[in-house]
C-alpha cells in the first residue's frame, strides 16, 4: 500500500500532464540496464564503507543471483515504460511523428 500511491500519482501525471515519451523499445531497454547497473555499482560502493546492504535479500544472493535480480528488474522497468507508453498512446492519442523535421504520419494511420 505504501507505494500505491506514489505509483498511481505518477501515472495520474504522465497521462493527463505530460507530453508523449518518444523512447523506442531497444533504448528503453538500455536506459534501463545502465540504472540497474550503476545502482548495483552504487550499492556495492555503499556496502564496501558500511559493511552491510540497505536490503536484506542482497545479504543472502550471491553475485549470479544478484546480477539476475538486477537484470529482472531492468527488463522489468523496460517494459513498464514500454507499457506506459502504450497507454499514454490509448488514453491521449498517437503524436504525429516528426522526421527529419517535417510532420509524418504512417501509411497504416493516415485517414483516408
Do not use: Q
Amino acid at each position: 500500500m505504501f507505494h500505491l500511491f506514489p505509483a498511481l500519482l505518477m501515472f495520474l501525471d504522465l497521462v493527463l500532464l505530460s507530453p508523449p515519451w518518444t523512447i523506442k523499445a531497444l533504448p528503453a531497454f538500455g536506459l534501463s540496464s545502465s540504472i540497474a547497473i550503476g545502482y548495483w555499482m552504487w550499492v556495492n560502493y555503499c556496502y564496501s564503507f558500511n559493511g552491510f546492504y540497505p536490503y536484506p535479500i542482497f545479504e543472502i544472493l550471491d553475485t549470479p543471483k544478484r546480477a539476475m535480480l538486477f537484470g529482472g528488474s531492468a527488463v522489468t522497468m523496460a517494459l513498464m515504460t514500454l507499457v506506459l507508453k502504450w497507454a499514454y498512446g490509448i488514453l491521449n492519442g498517437v503524436e504525429v511523428l516528426e522526421v527529419a523535421g517535417k510532420p509524418y504520419m504512417p501509411k497504416d494511420k493516415k485517414k483516408a
